[in-house]
C-alpha cells in the first residue's frame, strides 16, 4: 500500500502545515452547512501539500457527498442536473449534503480548444453547492474567469520541520530502519511536497531493512579488499546492488587519492553500468560481471592500499529521486489530461499510455492537440514503457 494513502489525514485537524488556512475552510463549509451560501473556494498552491487532500478530510469529518467533477463532465447539462438534484444543497433537510471538487481545475482550464476554463466557471457562478477548486497555479490569463467566481486560499509549502516529524512517524510506525541523516536528506530535498517525502520514504523501503551500518561495513569491505575474493565476499545478504554502486560512485574520491586509482576506479563502475544497461534488456547472466566490476574491479583499482580510516558519505541518490519526482509531476498531468477526455480517474487513464505511445509515433501532432499534451508530455509518452509506468 502506498504510504501516501496509508498516512493520509483522515479529519482536518490532521492536516500538518497552514493551519489557519484550514480554519477558514472550516468556517467556510460551516457556513454552508448552516444554509448560508457563501462563494466557491479555490485552493492553489505547491504539490502535496494536503489541497485536495482536505476535500477528503471535509466530506469524512462532515459526512458528506463529494462529487468529482472535470471540465468535460461541467459542460455536459445532464450530467451536471443529476449532480445538482433537488436534495443536493449543502443545508438541505434531505439526504447528504454535497461538495462539489473540481480538481487539478489549471491542468484542464490551460486546454487551448476545450474552453475548459468557461465551463468550470459558469458552472461555479452558478452552483447551489459548496464547491472546491484545486490548482497549482492560478495566474494564468485563462484562469482569471474562475478566480474571479472564487474565495482564494492559497497553501503554502509544509515546513522541514513538520516533513521530517512525519517522516519519522511514518517510518517508526513502518519499523524502516533511517537514520537520521536520510530523513533530513528526504525533508530537504522534498522542498515542501508532502507526497514527494512519502513516496520518496517508500522507495527506501528495501534498503532501508537493511541497517545502514552493514552498508557501510559493505563499502569498506570492497575499498580495503586486496584480493578480488574479499571484495566479491564483501557484500552478503539481501542487498540492493544498485544501491551499494551509487555508495561506491559517491565514495571513491573519499577513499582514493592519486589520480590514476580515483580514475581507475570510475573507469569500472562504469564499465559496470554498461553491462547493467544490458542487463535491464533482460540478460541476466551479466549481473556476475557487473557486480565483480563494481567490487573487485573497484577493489583493485587502487596501486596500494590505504590504511586509514575514511569516513564514507551518505550517496548523492536523492539526486536521482529527483528525477522520479520530475516523472510523477509529469505522469499526473498526462493522466489528468486524459482522464479528461475519456470521462475517467487519472489512474485509470494511464492504461492508455501504450495505446497513445503506438498512434503517437504515427500521429503524433494529433495525439497532441486532441489531449492538449506539451512537448515533454509527448516525449515521455513515445519514450515510456508499459513497466516504468506501472512501477
Ligand atoms: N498537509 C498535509 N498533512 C499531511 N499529509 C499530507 C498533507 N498534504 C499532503 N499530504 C500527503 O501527501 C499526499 C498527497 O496530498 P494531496 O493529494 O492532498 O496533495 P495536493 O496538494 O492536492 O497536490 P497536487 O497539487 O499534486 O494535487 C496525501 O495523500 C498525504 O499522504
Ligand atoms: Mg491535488
Redesign the pocket.
Known amino acids: 500500500m502506498l ?3 496509508k ?3 483522515k479529519k482536518l485537524a ?5 493551519s489557519d488556512r484550514i480554519e477558514h475552510i472550516r468556517q467556510w463549509m460551516l457556513h454552508w452547512l448552516s444554509g448560508k451560501k457563501r462563494k466557491p473556494l479555490l485552493i492553489y ?10 476535500a477528503y478530510a471535509l466530506k469524512a469529518e462532515y459526512d458528506l457527498d463529494l462529487v468529482e467533477m472535470n471540465a468535460s463532465e461541467l459542460r455536459n447539462r445532464a450530467r451536471v442536473d443529476r449532480v445538482l438534484g433537488a436534495s443536493a444543497s449543502a443545508g438541505s433537510l434531505f439526504g447528504r449534503a454535497k461538495l462539489i471538487l473540481i ?2 481545475a489549471d491542468v484542464l482550464a490551460g486546454r487551448t480548444d476545450s474552453g475548459g476554463g468557461n465551463a468550470i466557471k459558469n458552472f461555479l457562478a452558478e452552483s447551489p453547492c459548496p464547491a472546491i477548486v ?1 490548482a ?1 497555479d492560478i495566474w494564468d490569463k485563462s484562469f482569471s474567469g474562475i478566480r474571479s467566481e472564487c474565495e482564494i486560499v492559497d ?1 503554502k509549502r ?1 515546513n522541514r520541520l513538520s516533513v521530517r516529524k ?1 517522516l519519522e512517524h511514518v517510518a517508526k510506525a513502518e519499523s524502516l530502519e533511517v537514520s537520521g541523516e536520510t530523513i533530513d536528506a528526504i525533508s530537504q530535498k522534498a522542498e515542501g511536497d ?2 514527494a517525502a ?1 513516496n520518496d520514504l517508500q522507495a527506501l523501503g528495501p534498503t532501508a531493512r537493511v541497517h545502514e551500518r552493514d552498508i557501510f561495513e559493505m563499502v569498506r569491505g570492497i575499498f580495503k579488499a586486496e584480493t578480488y575474493a574479499a571484495a566479491r565476499e564483501a557484500i552478503s545478504g539481501e542487498i540492493d546492488y544498485d544501491l551499494i554502486k551509487l555508495w561506491v560512485d559517491e565514495n571513491i574520491p573519499a577513499e582514493y587519492e592519486t589520480s590514476q586509482d580515483i580514475a581507475a576506479a570510475y573507469d569500472s563502475l562504469s564499465k559496470a553500468d554498461i553491462f547493467d544497461g544490458r542487463i535491464r534488456k533482460t540478460n541476466w547472466q551479466l549481473l556476475k560481471y557487473s557486480i565483480d566490476l563494481a567490487t573487485a574491479g573497484v577493489a583493485l583499482a587502487k596501486a596500494k592500499p590505504y590504511h586509514k580510516f575514511t569516513k564514507y558519505n551518505f550517496p548523492g541518490y536523492l539526486k536521482s529521486m529527483s528525477r522520479t519526482m520530475e516523472r510523477r509531476a509529469i505522469l ?1 498531468s498526462i493522466g489528468t489530461k486524459i482522464g479528461a477526455r475519456v470521462h475517467g480517474n487519472r489512474r485509470d487513464a494511464l492504461d492508455y499510455l501504450p495505446l497513445l505511445k503506438e498512434f503517437g509515433k504515427k500521429h503524433a501532432q494529433d495525439l497532441m492537440e486532441f489531449y492538449d499534451f506539451s512537448e515533454d508530455e509527448l516525449a515521455f509518452i513515445l519514450e515510456t514503457s508499459v513497466s516504468r509506468v506501472r512501477k
Request: hydrophobic share 35%; aromatic share 6%.
Open positions: 504510504l501516501t494513502v498516512y493520509a489525514p490532521d492536516l500538518l502545515g497552514n498552491g505547491p504539490p502535496g501539500t494536503g489541497k485536495t487532500t482536505v480538481d487539478d484545486t497549482t497553501f509544509i512525519l508532502l507526497r512519502l499526473k
